[in-house]
């Protein structure tokens, strides 16, 4: 048992803070979110430069050949700071993606332009019918036509679709529409003809669309993995994926709490300051028991899944516990910074906000929770 | 970061659980987690313990121990509360006043205690809380006073659990009663023998059926050489103990039977002809206690890492407790639902489902969130010195 952090890794975390800091204002993720694009061009090419997209790739495919716990390090920080702009899209919906099912041409071709910042990638995944999470409801069909295949069908909630240069589609060649079996990955151009994409308007004003394939032909080069047989890399980037937004949680439910222990410390009612009070000294110490916990538990699910030991219901747990935790200290958060954490500048809106899109991404708590009852024999 | 056990750890673990498999019976855990009093059986089960090397690995070689990392002691308390919640036989000693003893305790008081807890041959009750002195624990009156080579104690302690079957009481006493000295300045601890004269022990009975106990002292004399460390420094010995207590007394693998009591019994009852277990209902609140005991488990390891690699704990240790003892009453609350009219029935009764063992759980819960310090004092802590927030 070991919890401590390589240098290497502490290194990473405080230069990630550092620059975050410095770039990534609270005013620039408020102008962003506000922006038609949502990123910075200048500003990915930084990230780009200092090595994180490529962080948890093989050399062999121009990374840097870290650990996913080094990738969660950074994703934690980019929680904190609520970064806005394809990074998740790019790398994990698409660059794991394409290790886990992409031949070695693929890889080759994607994964250094991703590592260098070049490319934008997501994935379409979810669609009008996915009312409840649900990764293998792929009702999109493709049909083989020649040697080229004819996409057809919408797909939602597809975050950066709008910047991406290339979508991974989800879709289904065989079987019945909720099947795991009988999935297929396309790689598509964006600029394919009968392709279409429209923003959506989201609590957490990041860039979601709906992306619409109108016989989009794609060529079965573009086939990412074997026919048919999409389904077992997805699930392996979902669970990679929900780790992530794991991370991503932990670091926004630190900086909640960080920002609410400091105002406590500031604040003064009733001629005390307001950090006196037990009752909001046990808001802040429930807020460390769930941060706490999502944080040892990220860690552990991907401690786990990395080493390909049985991690289905660590996954599921993390996803659940950090679901309601980092809902519940953004709850607990409104309530010491009362009327002025409710005012729309106020920095608390913008993490109980993405807590929201964060919580539902890539099965919430009551679906992680029907996987763990699965995995414990019910 | 590394999840996993050594090499060595699991050959341990394997050793212990065979051990433990042809030893450990539920009769003995029960005696001592449901404070009937440590009978026979377990006192002959701590010392076979002992005897297979099982005790005492990570207590320095010159008292008896294995010189090892407290890991082991970790995972012989994991496996133990696997085991219908099973905890070690004499565990006051053993997990609380020993740690303190080699912390703080003379040459002689160290060579006199810690070969003998490490034997398995001895057990030690808490001597804190007085009437007037629960939470606010500093502020407790019983005295104790300096004549020649001894000291004479007199007062009442109360909800001293074990104090009818052990051997020492390690007792908290007040020994400076200048005015105006600060309450926590001015106590000390001491090994007291059960058998002093002028010791009177009555049993309290909680809701549960256990036993806890008043203890009073009249004029009890206890050799000076029975002093724990300097005098009026007791209350922080108390203070810098309580961390490493939390870690050994607070094992979350101690509610995993009871998890996987309620698996079984969901997968085989049947209503409207259906298990139980395929209720959406109760699938999502198992599945909930499930990811709360993870998270607990997690919990618990990062605060015996901590302890283990002398890292200074501040509210780790609180977050295991408080975490552990409400999870403790969520679980019973789920698993009492779940049994619905059943629920009620006890141990012994005809048609008590689990043995009635979930209505135990009910009744004992009441107490997890209050032995050992509140929930209440458990967030002060947290908040002021986790998390550096002010005193009122």
Known sequence: MDFHLTEEQKMLRESARDFLATECPKTFVRAMEKDDRGYSPEMWKK??????????????????????????????????????????????????????????SQKKEFLPSIASGDRILTLAHTEPGTTQFDPFLIQLKAQAEGK???????????????????????????????????????????????LRWELLKTVARDKQCEVRFQKVMVSADNLLGPLHGGGRGLEKVMSKAALA???????????????????????????????????????CANMAIYIEGARYITYKAAWTLCRDFPSTKLVAAAKAWGSDAYKRVAALGHQIMAGTGYMEEHDMTLYSRRAKAAEVAFGDANYQRKIVAKEIGL | MD?????????????????????????????????????????????????????????????????????????????????????????????????????????????DFLPRIIRGEIEFCLGYTEPNAGSDLASMRMRAVEEGDFYVINGQKTFNTEAHYSEYHWLAAR???????????????????????????????????????EVFYENVS???????????????????????????????????????????????????GRPLAEDPKIKDQLAQMAVELEVAQLFAEHSRWMESHEIPMTYEPEITKVFISELDQRLVDVGMGILNLYSQLEEGSKWAPLRGRVEWYFLHSFMTTIGAGTSEIGRNVIAQRGLGLPRA
């Open chain 1, 47 to 104: 990230m780009a430069d200092l090595g994180w997209m490529g962080i948890a790739f093989p050399e062999a495919y121009g990374g840097i050949g870290g650990d996913f716990l080094d990738f969660l390090l950074l994703l934690e920080e980019m929680g904190r700071a609520c970064l806005p702009g394809p990074f998740f899209s790019t790398v994990v919906l698409g660059g794991f993606t394409l290790l886990e099912a992409g031949n070695e």
């Open chain 1, 148 to 194: 080229h295949y004819s996409l057809e069908g919408t797909k939602l909630f597809v975050p950066d679709a709008h910047v991406a240069h290339c979508l991974i589609c989800a879709a289904r060649t065989q079987g019945e529409p909720s099947s795991p079996e009988g999935i297929s990955l396309f790689l598509v151009d964006s600029g394919s003809r009968g």
């Open chain 1, 245 to 283: 937004k794991c991370a991503e949680m932990v670091g926004g439910a630190q900086f909640v709490m960080d920002m609410c222990v400091g105002y406590a410390k500031e604040r003064e009612q009733f001629g005390r300051l307001i950090g006196t009070y037990q009752a909001v000294q046990h808001h």
């Open chain 2, 222 to 272: 206890v050799p000076k050489s029975r002093l724990v460390g300097e005098k009026n420094k007791g209350f922080y010995y108390m203070m810098e103990a309580i961390d490493s207590e939390r870690n050994h007394v607070f094992t979350p693998c101690r509610l995993t039977p009871l998890l996987e009591d309620l698996i079984q019994y969901a997968r085989e009852t049947r209503y409207n």
């Open chain 2, 175 to 213: 020994t400076d009663f200048t005015p105006n000295t600060p309450k926590h300045r001015g106590i000390s601890l001491f090994i007291v023998d059960m058998n002093s004269p002028g010791i009177a022990v009555r049993p309290l009975w909680t809701m549960s059926g256990e036993r806890t106990n």
């Open chain 2, 3 to 111: 999840f996993g056990h050594t090499k060595e750890e699991e050959e341990f673990k394997k050793r212990l659980t065979a051990f433990l498999d042809r030893e450990l019976t539920e009769e003995i855990a029960r005696q001592n987690w449901e404070d009937k009093g440590v009978g026979p059986e377990a006192r002959e089960f701590s010392r076979k313990l002992a005897a297979n090397g099982f005790l005492g690995m990570s207590w320095p070689k010159e008292y008896g121990g294995q010189g090892l990392s407290p890991t082991y002691d970790f995972i012989l308390l994991d496996e133990m509360g696997k085991r219908w919640g099973a905890h070690v036989p004499l565990d006051v000693g053993y997990t609380m006043v020993g740690h303190t003893i080699l912390r703080r305790g003379s040459e002689e008081l160290k060579r």
